[in-house]
């Protein structure tokens, strides 16, 4: 835009003690024939706001570069309707006089570097459009069990509209077949009744909640805001538009069919703990081979948990499950007795007491041991035999009854529910071990497809009470979504960004790597493979602009050809004045942040290295870094969140999608005869900032071994 622009400059937090703010003046002034570039020494203050404010209000300034602090700091400071005012924020305070040495000639070289930058930025930019689109606020709940029914209750109790959608005749899930649940008061020494009764009670008379019972979803289409829910009944068949989604489908028992090693089909008195659970419900806690009761009921954990060739993860509720059916046991008849064989007890938080308490009682057995063989004798009594590992002694209990500890499968797993239209599969992307959780530590309820939102057992084992808490969360981030979704923001991670892209088709070849490569499912494609945006899936990620080799994608405050200026913006001195130049492209996510804690703790990196932030490690496109090397820049650093099992980029696979597209661009140079070495790859951790000074020092002292880039002044 810059139309109308002007730059500002704060001389507060060191700045004006550190740089030759005049010069950085005149870069604006002289350079890019900014009208005015007046200064303040502290630019957030209310005075300082106020200069600012003068001129948008008053002057008609549509474009405003602020020269002060880090853009992730005052962010309200300097806040403007962004569909009529472009702001950018140059960041001369961490990354320049609190990183570097003051009044040093590298030092304010960097620092009109980034004037530059900013600038050209600016230029660049557009106001957002204020695209408000028509939209549903209604949620989808799918599944009528204790998650489903509370986020169905939490999000009609904040006004907003609910369609549940269950699959069975009643209301009520797994909880409905439990006869008492574990304790959640102090002393954590009582069995509780569910009270899933009372709420699907509370679901049903709510006027704000249409439920659907014996339904299935037939499909789904459509995107936040305007998703169109067809839900089959026995008796009708409709649709639904509804904004949001929450899945809420939770688990089904592990097959104990394959536990035949444990006695299960083999012998009849070998039960699962769901099993357990309905013959204490019904009042019949009896033995199935004889009608019996059982005087010796042991307890099976991990059946088939924690194991390679069946479940590899804990459940999170067997141990406490086996604990409270071993006081049922007691409770029916106080001469029974019960053993507990288990691998791990684990019983989180307060339920420590109530592990405690099960400990105490004098009928119940607990021992640590690997369950090698069950057995059967002539009378249908059953002989279990452990090794065990507290005494290194095989041990044998003799049980009128065996109840295995079966673990939680959710029940998204290999079983269609949500059959969407999307080009990326008719289900939620699973990750590890078949759940659809995000794997986000920071956004939790989030899965891969924007706007719905999976919760309770279906996202990871968990217990009544935990299910209650994640659906409560998950509500209100279905609540969010339909609010924000309403006036065209995005969700997360870049909540409330009003940016979405655009695409210029009559250019498009129909190379699919836009569809293939967005990691939420965003786009669709027609019959020839042109894409179809779906902009109200769109995250913001911009790895659909990174992938494109036509460089059709772009957004209006961030495109391939904003970046490629500023590149081109800094200046690369003549290869005899030997200071080369090393471009660092680093993820808004961690890396950058992860530069201004490195700066607000005041160690130093080399001055010759320049920053640009870039949504996303995936957004970067190939052309940026061919533009930097024919520019003459001597180095480029693509620095990007850490991938693999034990870390996720926020949107994904973008780094990882970075770092194929870096192997590919590596062969290039070879043919270039350029030094592949002269681009890396970075995988860095918010919480790395401290070692970020040497990863920065050590590529730029690398490039000065490779010496100048030979493209430099062609």
Known sequence: MGSKLRTFICTGCGIGEALAVDKLQKVATSEYKVPECPTHECLCSEEGRALVRKAVEEDGIDTVVVAACSPRVMVDAFAFDPTR???????????????????????????????????????????????????SETVLVVGGGMAGLTAALEIATAGTSVVLCEKSAELGGFAGRLHQTFPTKFPYTDLEPTGVEQLAADVRKNALVQVFTEAQIESITGEPGAFDAKIVTPKAEQTVRVGAIVVAT?????????????????????????????????????RPSDGKKPARVAFIQCAGSRDKDHLPYCSAVCCRTSLKQALYVRSQDPNARASIIYKDLRAP??????????????GIFLTRGEVVDVSEQPDHSLVVTANNTLLGERVELEADMVVLATGMVPATFDNPTLNLGYRKGKELPVVTHGFADSEFICFPYESQRTGIYPVGCVRQPMDLLGAVSDATGAALKAIQCVRSTARGA?????????????FFLQRCTQCKRCTEECPFGSLDEDVKGTPQPNLNRCRRCGVCMGACP????????????????????IEVPEEDEEKPRVLALMCENDAYPALDMMGASRHTCDPMVRVIPVRCLGSVNIVWIADALSKGIDGVMLIGCKFGEDYQCHF??????????LDNLKETLTRLVLEAERVRVVQLAISDYDKLPAILDEFAEKIRELGPNPYKGM
């Open 349 to 362: 938080g307060e339920h420590e007491l109530f592990y405690k308490h099960a400990q105490q009682d004098e």
């Open 652 to 661: 994904i696979q973008g780094s990882e999608i970075a770092n194929r597209r």
């Open 490 to 502: 995005a969700v997360h991670p870049r909540w409330g960004d009003l940016s979405y892209p655009s």
């Open 85 to 135: 005012v472009v702001v950018e924020r140059v960041n001369l305070r961490e990354h320049v006089v609190w990183s570097h040495p003051p009044n040093d000639e590298d030092t304010q070289m960097l620092a009109e570097d980034y004037v530059r930058m900013g600038i050209v930025k600016a230029q660049k930019s557009e106001p957002l459009e204020d695209r408000i689109v028509e939209t």
């Open 250 to 286: 939770g688990f089904t028992p592990y097959d104990a069919n394959k536990l035949g090693h444990l006695g299960f089909g083999r012998f009849a008195n070998v039960i699962t703990n769901v099993t357990m659970e309905e013959l204490v419900r019904s009042g019949r806690l009896v």
């Open 550 to 569: 036509e460089r059709i994608i772009s957004f209006k405050n961030y495109s391939v050809d904003m970046v490629a200026s500023m590149i081109k913006a």
